[in-house]
């Protein structure tokens, strides 16, 4: 079925949309349940169509700009309404048909709402929030649906007393798979995994302060197992556990010749949209971000998430899954790489999970849990659960060796921003110059940070012991192009 300008809908969207019809006809309050990439934009959109028609106003309400942008350009296409946008700045006309709105602005503007209507929530899982609830309250909508690929509080438990008392839930994540509508993926356990032990749970996952302790000094890591494992280079969502995190992390990555860039809430918004929009276009091939992109960002063109941020959260992690779930052109097989032990402690991508609104329910896999299976002796390279999507690989003893290049030297310019920040005494950084062979230049570059003369770095380069064999050359002097990916003879 499609409207006037409109697009058609898959057959399990129009069904979820008569059974939300009827749900709404027999004044109750639908909570639609469809997996990240499923299509929710488009069910809104039609239920907004649909509410055209009996003269009722739409407020559509999100709390992201990003995610606002994209509910307007989409009911403008679906219905040839343009809905007048609500967020920071805008002077809208309150009495438009169509409202889409941030509630972190909405929030600011009560006293403005004509009360009644249709309110449709996108990212529903929010509406247990006192800012949503107050939104609601306000407006004492006639009707009222919500949308969400997670039914559940960052604790995984139900939404029970969120305004919702039906639950109409879409095609599994493994039924999209299988028709084409998401992505299969490949999920690897990265070498280097982030200890959590001793960490504090904090609404119901762990506190980002004590995460961040645990995270210094992995940014070599990161970018040397994105060489090894990404070897289609997709581009890449990176998720680090604070800001800095997410800036020290796109450091690394530009260090080690890959075009990446930060971003977070608090980024201007032309810099934001620059960012999406180059990312976008593959000018840039890595987003690194601690939030932002959890949550209705459509980015298909991203292939591979990179998490750097362990999670207990079923909900995060859904969310951020899903955001390279998506299929789009060229893009086979999307690319999970754990950097936590989140892929061994919560289901799986595809896995069915048992949704609930009961406020004491907690969100579980469907059936028995699939098992974890890893490989027995050395390191790990990739771990997965039993799933026809899982692959397990031997590593190559060469590019064990390149990694290594790869991560001294990424380690040596974060050890360098790190004592620039005063966060590192100077003995720290000699310390990690001499845990591996260094360039030349890489040599000048500690010298001029740390007001060395060039014959300490000339000495330095002269006496340090021999590289192994298989080690990329030392070179004197910098390559022309400023690319570690030239000087490691990596493909980038």
Same mark, same amino acid.
């Given at each position: 079925?499609?409207?006037p300008?409109?697009?058609?809908?898959?057959?399990? *969207?129009?069904?979820?949309?008569?059974?939300?019809?009827?749900?709404?006809?027999?004044?109750?309050?639908?909570?639609?349940?469809l997996?990240?990439?499923?299509?929710?934009?488009?069910?809104?959109? $039609?239920?907004?169509?649909l509410n055209?028609?009996?003269?009722?106003?739409?407020?559509?309400?999100?709390?992201?700009?990003?995610?606002?942008? +994209?509910?307007?350009?989409?009911?403008?296409?679906?219905?040839? @309404?343009?809905?007048?946008?609500?967020?920071?700045?805008?002077? =809208?006309?309150?009495?438009?048909p169509?409202?889409?709105?941030?509630?972190?602005? #909405?929030?600011?503007?009560?006293?403005?709402?004509?009360?009644?209507?249709?309110?449709?929530?996108d990212?529903?899982?929010h509406? &247990?929030?006192?800012?949503w609830?107050?939104?609601?309250?306000?407006?004492?909508? %006639?009707?009222?649906?919500?949308?969400?690929?997670?039914?559940?509080r960052?604790?995984?438990?139900?939404?029970? &007393?969120?305004?919702?008392?039906?639950?109409?839930?879409?095609?599994?994540?493994?039924?999209?798979?299988?028709?084409?509508?998401?992505?299969?993926?490949?999920?690897?356990?990265? /070498?280097? +995994?982030?200890?959590?032990?001793?960490?504090?749970?904090?609404?119901? $996952?762990?506190?980002?302060?004590?995460?961040?302790?645990?995270?210094?000094?992995?940014?070599?890591?990161?970018?040397?197992?994105?060489?090894?494992?990404?070897?289609?280079?997709?581009?890449?969502?990176?998720?680090?556990?604070?800001?800095?995190?997410?800036q020290?992390?796109?450091?690394?990555?530009?260090?080690?010749?890959?075009?990446?860039?930060?971003?977070?809430?608090?980024? /201007?918004?032309?810099?934001?949209?620059?960012?999406?929009s180059?990312?976008?276009?593959?000018?840039?091939?890595?987003?690194?971000?601690?939030?932002?992109?959890?949550?209705?960002? $459509?980015?298909? %063109?991203?292939?591979? #998430?990179?998490?750097?941020?362990?999670?207990?959260? !079923?909900?995060? !992690?859904?969310?951020?899954q &899903?955001?390279?779930?998506r299929?789009?052109?060229?893009? @086979?097989?999307?690319l999970?790489?754990d950097?936590?032990p989140?892929?061994?402690?919560?289901?799986?991508?595809?896995?069915?999970?048992?949704?609930?609104?009961?406020?004491?329910? *907690?969100?579980?896999?469907?059936?028995?849990?699939?098992v974890?299976?890893? +490989?027995e002796? &050395?390191r790990?390279?990739i771990?997965?659960?039993?799933?026809?999507?899982?692959?397990?690989?031997?590593?190559?003893?060469a590019?064990?060796?390149?990694?290594?290049?790869?991560?001294?030297?990424?380690?040596?310019?974060?050890?360098?921003?790190?004592?620039?920040?005063?966060?590192?005494?100077?003995?720290a950084?000699?310390?990690?110059?001499?845990?591996a062979?260094?360039?030349?230049?890489?040599?000048?570059?500690?010298?001029?940070?740390?007001?060395?003369?060039?014959?300490?770095?000339?000495? %330095?380069?002269?006496?340090?012991?021999?590289? =192994?064999?298989?080690w990329?050359p030392? !070179?004197? %002097?910098?390559?022309?192009?400023?690319?570690? $990916?030239?000087?490691?003879?990596?493909?980038v």
């Amino acid at each position: 079925m499609a409207g006037p300008a409109g697009f058609t809908l898959r057959p399990y *969207q129009q069904a979820l949309i008569e059974q939300a019809c009827v749900a709404l006809k027999a004044q109750r309050s639908p909570l639609i349940v469809l997996p990240t990439g499923g299509g929710k934009t488009a069910l809104i959109s $039609d239920l907004v169509r649909l509410n055209r028609s009996t003269g009722r106003r739409s407020t559509v309400i999100c709390h992201r700009r990003e995610i606002a942008l +994209q509910l307007a350009a989409a009911i403008e296409r679906h219905t040839g @309404e343009v809905p007048e946008m609500v967020m920071a700045g805008s002077r =809208p006309d309150w009495s438009a048909p169509v409202l889409v709105a941030m509630v972190p602005t #909405l929030a600011r503007r009560l006293d403005r709402l004509h009360p009644g209507g249709m309110l449709l929530a996108d990212e529903a899982h929010h509406m &247990g929030s006192s800012s949503w609830q107050k939104v609601r309250e306000a407006l004492a909508p %006639e009707l009222l649906a919500g949308f969400t690929a997670t039914p559940i509080r960052p604790d995984g438990r139900g939404l029970g &007393g969120a305004g919702f008392d039906v639950l109409l839930e879409g095609p599994s994540p493994r039924w999209l798979m299988d028709h084409g509508f998401l992505c299969p993926y490949e999920l690897f356990a990265a /070498p280097a +995994q982030i200890d959590v032990q001793g960490i504090r749970t904090v609404r119901g $996952d762990y506190d980002p302060q004590g995460l961040q302790q645990r995270v210094v000094g992995i940014a070599g890591d990161v970018v040397s197992t994105w060489l090894k494992l990404n070897k289609p280079r997709l581009p890449t969502i990176c998720v680090g556990v604070t800001v800095e995190h997410a800036q020290e992390l796109a450091a690394a990555f530009n260090w080690a010749g890959i075009s990446a860039v930060a971003v977070d809430g608090k980024t /201007p918004t032309a810099e934001r949209d620059h960012a999406f929009s180059a990312f976008r276009a593959g000018q840039i091939k890595v987003l690194c971000c601690c939030a932002l992109v959890d949550e209705g960002l $459509d980015v298909p %063109e991203a292939g591979c #998430l990179q998490l750097v941020r362990p999670t207990k959260s !079923l909900r995060l !992690l859904r969310q951020l899954q &899903g955001r390279v779930l998506r299929p789009s052109p060229g893009k @086979e097989r999307a690319l999970l790489i754990d950097h936590g032990p989140s892929w061994s402690l919560l289901p799986m991508p595809c896995e069915e999970i048992a949704w609930s609104l009961d406020a004491g329910h *907690q969100a579980q896999p469907k059936g028995t849990p699939s098992v974890v299976a890893q +490989q027995e002796g &050395g390191r790990i390279e990739i771990v997965a659960r039993q799933d026809p999507t899982a692959v397990l690989r031997q590593i190559d003893p060469a590019e064990a060796l390149q990694e290594r290049a790869i991560k001294a030297s990424v380690q040596l310019q974060q050890i360098l921003c790190m004592y620039q920040r005063g966060r590192v005494p100077r003995g720290a950084v000699l310390a990690v110059v001499e845990r591996a062979p260094r360039h030349l230049y890489e040599l000048k570059r500690v010298a001029r940070v740390l007001r060395l003369s060039w014959k300490w770095a000339s000495r %330095e380069f002269r006496n340090q012991p021999a590289p =192994p064999p298989g080690w990329p050359p030392l !070179l004197r %002097e910098e390559p022309a192009a400023g690319g570690w $990916d030239q000087a490691l003879k990596v493909e980038v």
